[in-house]
């Protein structure tokens, strides 16, 4: 199981302000060339009318207009053209993407990581279908996967992810999932593992996944929900090759890696297929990602949060929540108090602060 918040509004643009006309066009809606305000997303210029629009691409936030090339989704999530292109919406890509994954992790780990059972029903389901099962906590869950046994011993496998992200986005939690199989297949009957250190070893997956394909790992590492165990789990892979892990999984006893005394104490009984909330790990920095300045009207948006000059609001980070009044915003960026804090803080466009 892999879960993660879906996170709706990932569009931070930047403003500027121009008098005259600019050689921009709007890649929303086309109009051009733009004058007056102007909003720099990562695909380009968006025109203010286009910013103002209620919906937005589920992965990047980018403005949706009706019949801009965007698509939606069965339950009514956005996908903008410009990710379109690269989102997993069928079944039969999604198994192309598990196909792949699975591929990629047994040439790198070895043939020992290669399923006895390889037959793998993968398919694909929207957001309400995760939401009937799950708790309505605000998180969508990414993907499951379940293996059953045949009175004979034979595993039948079923690996379930969400549509409607990228690929490579898919291919992490195929990673992650795919590693559960073979944990099912592979761990000796009796051997409770605790449910923290089964979920690390699934996240180690994903990040030799995207370590071997340059894409960032921290994410995985910074994400909570195995309490650390993956941050442990990366140390000793690094130490002792994915070979020593493996192994553990198939002829260790105890119930956490690398501690064998652990296992005298207390087992945690572990379901066969483990269900675990993946939180999405909050900023621990307050960043500013947008300015627009009109005249007398000015807005600073900090961390998603929209502040005009004088605004005393909250804004969530990582350990906490934390009280911020915004003193001044210009062009150069925005002077902040933070309550309980000594002092002022202030913020350049992009840039990122932490707060003590
Ligand atoms: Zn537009
Ligand atoms: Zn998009």
Not at 30 to 53: E, F, Q
Not at 133 to 148: E, I, N, Y
Not at 164 to 187: D, M, P, S, V
Not at 236 to 264: D, P, R
Request: glycine residues 8%; charged residues 20%.
């Amino acid at each position: 199981m892999r879960k993660l918040a879906l996170i709706l509004f990932l569009f931070t643009a930047v403003f500027i302000s121009s008098a005259g006309e600019t050689n921009y066009v709007c890649v929303v809606c086309g109009k051009g060339p733009l004058s007056g305000r102007i909003w720099i997303s990562k695909w380009g210029a968006v025109c203010d009318d286009c910013y103002k629009l209620e919906n937005h691409c589920s992965l990047c936030g980018l403005p949706i207009r009706d019949g801009d090339g965007s698509v939606k989704t069965g339950d009514g999530r956005f996908i903008c053209k410009f990710d379109q292109p690269n989102a997993v919406l069928d079944v039969a890509g999604a198994r192309e993407v598990f196909t792949d994954t699975r591929r990629e992790l047994v040439g790198m780990f070895g043939r020992s990581f290669a399923l006895n059972f390889p037959d793998v029903t993968v398919n694909l389901f929207d957001v309400d279908y995760w939401s009937e099962l799950g708790r309505s906590d605000g998180l969508h869950k990414f993907g499951f996967a379940s293996t059953r046994r045949t009175p004979k011993g034979d595993c039948t496998h079923e690996v379930v992810l969400l549509s409607g992200r990228l690929r490579n986005e898919i291919a992490a939690t195929a990673a992650h999932e795919y590693t559960h199989l073979w944990i099912n297949e592979n761990r000796l009957a009796g051997h409770v593992i605790d449910s923290d250190t089964i979920e690390a070893i699934c996240e180690l997956s994903t990040y030799k996944l995207m370590e071997s394909r340059s894409q960032p790992e921290q994410p995985i590492l910074d994400n909570p929900y195995t309490h650390g165990e993956i941050k442990k789990l990366v140390a000793l892979e690094k130490e002792n090759g994915i070979g020593y892990v493996l192994n553990w999984v198939k002829n260790g006893t105890a119930a956490t890696l690398g501690t064998q005394a652990s296992a005298l104490a207390a087992p945690v009984r572990t379901p066969v297929i483990a269900f675990t909330n993946v939180p999405p790990p909050l900023p621990e920095t307050l960043k500013l990602s947008g300015l627009l300045l009109d005249g007398q009207s000015r807005h600073a948006i900090i961390n998603g949060v929209s502040f005009a000059t004088g605004d005393v609001k909250n804004v969530s980070l990582r350990s906490r929540p934390v009280r911020i009044r915004c003193r001044e915003i210009s062009r150069a960026g925005v002077v902040l108090e933070v309550e309980n804090q000594p002092g002022q803080l202030t913020l350049k466009i992009s840039e990122e602060k932490f707060v003590p």
